[in-house]
């Protein structure tokens, strides 16, 4: 059977990357992302390679347009078998510049909140069927705070801490859940800081292939670069708080341009 698959934040990054490959994989593919242009962009390009696509525009943290574009998708398809959560901002600064909460809402509407929205959406469905993959990105910077990205570190610590709830909640029901947290890859979002900032920076095409591996294993946990966000994960998650406090206050990165 085709695979039916949603992706959130499909216009760029990885999530344009897995639109492309999963395309070739002859997915019918519901793709969302709030600017049109670049949706129409990746739309065509899918289904240049083969892929029937269905380009939903719209805000995942507005939770009528993601029930609006649930029902598109089960008008279409009927149902889903994959949605691939990927959709999220961010927005950095260090406190000391200025701690804004606003910033904070900004980043935990898309990231946290437009997960949660589309979890919502497509659970039921799941359910009923016993079967699906719930595929959510979070981020290795998600493993321990990080200094000048509060808001960002901290929603992808929340969508860590979701998804393994909602694993064990779901557990024996046939839906998969997977918490995919990558490195540093080359994106829009990565695009302020400097590549020396930025360790074993990873293409997003090798990005996407990992992500694709591991839903189809059904991995619990897919991390990548491994010798980076193992590291992380393994070593600089567990040191103790002082040692830790030293290693990332050393950290330099490069302020956003503005």
Same mark, same amino acid.
């Given at each position: 059977?085709?695979?039916?698959?949603?992706?959130?934040?499909?216009?760029?990054?990885?999530?344009?990357?897995?639109?492309?490959?999963?395309?070739?994989?002859?997915?019918?593919?519901?793709?969302?992302?709030?600017?049109?242009?670049? $949706?129409?962009?990746?739309?065509? #390009?899918?289904?240049?390679?083969? @892929?029937? /696509?269905?380009?939903? &525009? %719209?805000?995942? *943290?507005?939770?009528?347009?993601?029930?609006?574009?649930?029902?598109?998708?089960?008008?279409?398809?009927?149902?889903?078998?994959?949605?691939?959560?990927?959709?999220?901002?961010?927005?950095?600064?260090?406190?000391?510049?200025?701690?804004?909460?606003?910033?904070?809402?900004?980043?935990?509407?898309?990231?946290?909140?437009?997960?949660?929205?589309?979890?919502?959406?497509? $659970?039921?469905?799941?359910?009923? #069927?016993?079967?699906?993959?719930? @595929?959510? /990105?979070?981020?290795? &910077? %998600?493993?321990? *705070?990080?200094?000048?990205?509060?808001?960002?570190?901290?929603?992808?610590?929340?969508?860590?801490?979701?998804?393994?709830?909602?694993?064990?909640?779901?557990?024996?029901?046939?839906?998969?859940?997977?918490?995919?947290?990558?490195?540093?890859?080359?994106?829009?979002?990565?695009?302020?800081?400097?590549?020396?900032?930025?360790?074993?920076?990873?293409?997003?095409?090798?990005?996407?292939?990992?992500?694709? #591996?591991?839903?189809?294993?059904?991995?619990?946990?897919?991390?990548?670069?491994?010798?980076?966000?193992?590291?992380?994960?393994?070593?600089?998650?567990?040191?103790?708080?002082?040692?830790?406090?030293?290693?990332?206050?050393?950290?330099?990165?490069?302020?956003?341009?503005?």
């Amino acid at each position: 059977m085709t695979r039916r698959v949603l992706i959130t934040g499909a216009t760029s990054g990885l999530g344009r990357e897995l639109a492309l490959q999963l395309a070739r994989e002859g997915c019918r593919l519901a793709l969302t992302g709030r600017r049109k242009d670049r $949706l129409a962009e990746i739309a065509q #390009a899918a289904q240049e390679l083969g @892929a029937e /696509v269905l380009p939903l &525009a %719209g805000d995942v *943290g507005d939770p009528a347009c993601v029930r609006d574009h649930y029902a598109a998708i089960r008008a279409g398809f009927a149902g889903l078998d994959w949605a691939i959560l990927n959709a999220g901002i961010s927005k950095s600064g260090s406190a000391r510049e200025g701690f804004r909460a606003q910033d904070f809402r900004d980043v935990y509407e898309v990231n946290v909140f437009g997960m949660v929205n589309w979890i919502e959406a497509v $659970l039921p469905d799941m359910l009923k #069927a016993g079967r699906g993959a719930i @595929a959510g /990105v979070a981020s290795v &910077a %998600g493993f321990r *705070g990080v200094p000048r990205s509060g808001a960002y570190s901290s929603s992808k610590a929340a969508v860590i801490a979701l998804l393994e709830s909602l694993r064990v909640d779901l557990r024996g029901t046939g839906v998969d859940v997977i918490t995919i947290c990558p490195g540093f890859v080359r994106t829009e979002l990565t695009s302020r800081w400097k590549p020396q900032d930025m360790p074993f920076l990873m293409e997003p095409e090798a990005a996407a292939r990992r992500m694709i #591996a591991g839903i189809k294993r059904k991995q619990r946990l897919v991390h990548f670069p491994w010798i980076f966000s193992a590291t992380v994960k393994y070593v600089v998650r567990n040191m103790p708080g002082f040692l830790y406090d030293r290693v990332a206050s050393g950290a330099t990165y490069r302020r956003p341009n503005k």
